[in-house]
């Protein structure tokens, strides 16, 4: 039994991923454990699994401890990025039948104001899921200049008036430091119309936060690392929530499963589970708008 709910919280394709690592036995890596969601299905529908728990914040690996206190014995905590894959498998002990990456940003970072991640409510410029690491969102914002500004925001949030929004932080901080969440936005809903009922400035935070931590560099580590800490036989499934973070993963799996991996003498072959992502039905999505630009990935070392 689990100790602890996070009834609001519903992890995305839940059920899928239950069935993908469908093993009797071994070690499972949740490298996003989040508020743990994933991590309670895997541990409640295999019961034979361990889990080695990752994830950069540390106060979601405080939520998740307390949520999988029922399970103590079977799960082991790592406050680290997914990338870290070597920590994680000095902890496993073994290498792992399964690993799991979720990329979404969870709803208590989304709701705490004070970790500046939203423009809902007030809040600093900083979007660090990390808060020991250096680099803010208010330093990118008040310190990058024009055409780094605009190069994150068309490369990362894909928004089409880039340059217009660059040009008007740099207008902006030139008079004083741009320091908070609405600032931020009401500056960007002065360049960008608004799309339906997407807020002006959802791309360009979208965009600044991937830059603060390294989302995409992070991805792409661990992408060109896993298959040394797969076990054969063993599943890697990511979920993911962006054009970018999918590209990333479906270019990655395909290579491996036409080329194969080598490290060392050791040759791996994989094959892709499905030939498609999934995605959300119509239910899920109802239930949880999140789920609607979810695409999940998945691909088996067969060798």
Not at 66 to 87: E, I, Y
Not at 172 to 184: F, N, V
Not at 196 to 201: L, M
Request: aromatic fraction near 8%.
């Amino acid at each position: 039994m689990l100790s602890g709910s996070s009834a609001e919280h519903k992890p995305v394709l839940a059920d899928r991923v239950v069935e993908l690592f469908d093993f009797e036995a071994g070690t499972v890596l949740d490298g996003t454990v989040g508020q743990a969601g994933h991590a309670v299905n895997i541990l409640n529908a295999r019961p034979r699994l361990k889990l080695v728990c990752v994830d950069r914040d540390p106060n979601a690996i405080e939520a998740a401890k307390r949520r999988l206190a029922g399970f103590s014995d079977r799960v082991a905590f790592l406050h680290s990025s997914f990338s870290n894959l070597q920590a994680a498998y000095e902890l496993a002990g073994e290498r792992f039948v399964g690993m799991l990456l979720d990329l979404g940003v969870s709803l208590d970072q989304l709701r705490d104001a004070a970790r500046g991640f939203s423009f809902s409510e007030p809040g600093p410029l900083d979007m660090r899921f990390d808060p020991s690491q250096s680099l803010t969102a208010h330093e990118i914002v008040n310190r990058w200049s024009a055409d780094e500004l605009e190069q994150i925001f068309r490369e990362y949030g894909e928004e089409r008036r880039a340059r217009s929004v660059a040009a008007a932080i740099v207008r902006a901080r030139s008079k004083k430091p741009i320091e908070t969440t609405m600032e931020l936005a009401g500056l960007v809903a002065g360049v960008v119309r608004r799309a339906g009922r997407i807020h002006p400035a959802t791309r360009v935070f979208m965009a600044i936060r991937i830059a603060v931590n390294r989302e995409l560099d992070e991805l792409k580590s661990f992408l060109e690392a896993f298959p040394r800490y797969l076990a054969t036989g063993g599943t890697t499934a990511i979920i993911s929530f962006h054009s970018l973070e999918d590209r990333l993963v479906k270019r990655c799996f395909a290579r491996y499963a036409r080329s194969g991996f080598e490290h060392g003498d050791e040759r791996m072959e994989f094959e892709l589970i499905y030939k498609k992502p999934l995605t959300a039905g119509d239910r899920e999505v109802r239930m949880n708008p999140r789920a609607r630009s979810a695409k999940l990935r998945a691909i088996r070392r067969v060798r």
